[in-house]
Nanobody, 123 residues
């Protein structure tokens, strides 16, 4: 059984930065593309960023492009999301998914979800 744990969320002022982490266990971490999604109150879960199994390719939602960076360390079974220049509209619960495919402008999630980590951007 795959176990996923996200961490690194918190309260930050607009313009600030946070780094989220996602540790996955129970499967061969390096064999799958992975991704980050987020869900704001009253909204559907939306795609944020994805990365291929090797880390060679990354994909971003237009709303975060140029501000967020996704990366992975397969040796540590860990996925990261560096978030800079945060805006109030980035406030959401951020989730990691362990099996994500990005194709033709859309991200498809097939793997396990963690419990999420809350990011709040507010002055």
């Amino acid at each position: 059984q795959v176990h996923v744990v996200e961490s690194g969320g918190g309260l930050v002022q607009p313009g600030g930065s946070l780094r989220l982490s996602c540790v996955a266990s129970g499967r061969t971490f390096s064999s799958y593309g992975m991704g980050w999604f987020r869900q704001a109150p009253g909204a559907e879960r939306e795609f944020v960023a994805a990365i291929t199994w090797s880390g060679a390719r990354t994909y971003y939602a237009d709303s975060v492009k140029g501000r967020f960076t996704i990366s992975r360390d397969n040796a540590k079974n860990t996925l990261y999301l560096q978030m800079n220049s945060l805006k109030p509209e980035d406030t959401a619960v951020y989730y990691c998914n362990t099996d994500v495919i990005y194709d033709s402008g859309s991200a498809y999630s097939f793997g396990s979800w963690g419990q999420g980590t809350q990011v709040t951007v507010s002055s």
